[in-house]
């Protein structure tokens, strides 16, 4: 009887434990946001009228910027899904990479690309004439850039979702009489919807959080709002009321994500049957060719070719130095970064698969909740909750590295928790029985069981929250010391001052760590529906276009 008692107590102590720790990271995560709320509601914007204008400029310009995104993502990156997942042509293997590139580039280091690309000393203007070249800082131009850097999200789910289902819907519309185009428009692509949703949806996320674009062309979204109000201002708690309209905008854009992945969780297993392909003719061929070169040249080959034009090789000395402590303090904050996201994420990752409460999964939502949200409302909620702790102690705060490193731990964690957690769920809990059967500690377990099956998923997440890291632009803007920069930093301070080609290095510095998450992205995807395409069943419903 006493040791039943005991092994009751310690899965009590046990549960305790793994609560405390989910319920200190979801504070963690949430005390930047609440911060937000309590100096939106306890503060009144010092510009008063004037300012209740400007909030519903910048409300009324990030909608519509959103839509605009919205309408080009939707087409651009659905069409190019449809093309590489539904017909066959020559050099779609090629294309079902490529397409993904566009991912590598910050969309404002593209928005300087294009700035130049376009100006008037620009190559366009060298061909055609100064008078000749379109005006691209504008609310279109800014939507411009966003479709193309923000495009394959729509894509690669849309990819995934119509290679999976391809064989099985396309039979049954073919033996109903539909043509191979009419099953593919009507019957794949509104079973592809939900695949579209989320992935229009992850991309309005990154158009309602982006700032270097929208600042460069001058457009006055919620985000330019922000720095405006709290830099050229100083209202904070204007500046919190905006990031709270921002912050409300991403909860919707999240709402709408879940409810396309409720969609594509009750799909039927039986639908999930080899791809089936449309053997083009060649002149359809030619014209899948180039819809599908058309992203990669305007989202990829152009912006990456003006940086590479720009690049001089008489370097400056000060310019290499500067460059190089750049690079320097960008890998300072993305290891430490990641490492701390990584260290978090596996405690995360190891309470919630303890955790069987509702409590515990509302807590663990709260936790992963990061990545939706802007850095822009990240950062100013931690001024604020800086500013709140200095008046209760008296001590001002002033940002510095470990502000940012809180900055980018609490937006990051996300990513690191969801490559860990998908680690971690591949080792049986069967394991764990026969661990402590022989006697192991949950410490000893997740050191000798767990960590060596789930290390590879772990530190890829640790990868992709150090670039990440290493790209994120408004956190790092607002909460930076004086005088520390990093390749993101230094890029929008060159390529603002008109300093493109001083800019350049460091944005293809930038560009080349973004190449390894997108092409493994890609390469992925490509991998998982090809494990699941049934090539005995495909042919026989290979169409003719």
Known sequence: MAGKID??????????????????????????????????????????????????????????????????????????????????????????????????????????????FFGPFGFVASIFGADATPEIRTLIGAAFILVLTTYPYVYLAMRASLAARSAAFMEAARMLGASPARAATRVLLAAGRPALIGGLALALMETAADYGVADFFGVPTLSVGIFRTWYGLGDLAGATQLAVGLFLLAMLLILIEEAGRRGRVDDNVKAHRGRVRLRLSRSHASAAIFACSLPLIFGFLIPASVLVAKLDSHFA??????????????????????????????????????????????????????????????????????????????????????????????????????????GLQQISPQMDAAAQSLGADPVRILKDVHWPQMRGAALAGAAIVAIDIAKELPATLLLRSFNFETLSTRIYRLASDERLADAAPAALILIALGLIPAIALSLFGTNKNARKSDTASAGDFVGEA
């Open 317 to 422: 000395v000060g310019a290499v130095r500067g460059l190089m402590q750049s690079v320097s303090n960008t890998a300072l904050l993305a290891v430490a970064g990641a490492a701390i996201a990584t260290a978090l994420a596996v405690l995360l990752a190891y309470a919630a698969r303890k955790t069987r409460s509702k409590l515990g999964a509302v807590l663990l939502r709260v936790s992963t909740l990061g990545y939706a949200i802007p850095g822009a409302v990240i950062a100013i909620g931690i001024l604020a909750l800086m500013a709140t702790l200095g008046r209760f102690s008296g001590i001002a705060i002033a940002g510095g590295i470990g502000v940012l490193l809180y900055a980018y731990v609490a937006r990051f964690l996300t990513a690191s928790y969801n490559a860990t957690s998908g």
């Open 7 to 116: 092994n009751r107590n310690n899965g009590n102590s046990g549960a305790w434990t793994n609560g405390l720790i989910i319920a200190a990271v979801a504070i963690f995560v949430a005390a930047p946001i609440l911060a937000t709320f309590v100096g939106a509601t306890s503060g009144n914007s010092a510009q008063g009228h004037l300012w209740s204008v400007n909030a519903a400029r910048y409300l009324s310009t990030t909608v519509a910027l959103c839509a605009l995104v919205g309408i080009g993502v939707a087409i651009l990156g659905g069409g190019a899904a449809m093309i590489t997942a539904l017909t066959d042509f020559p050099g779609r293997r090629y294309f079902e990479i490529a397409l993904v590139l566009p991912f590598a580039i910050p969309a404002y280091v593209a928005a300087y690309a294009y700035a130049d």
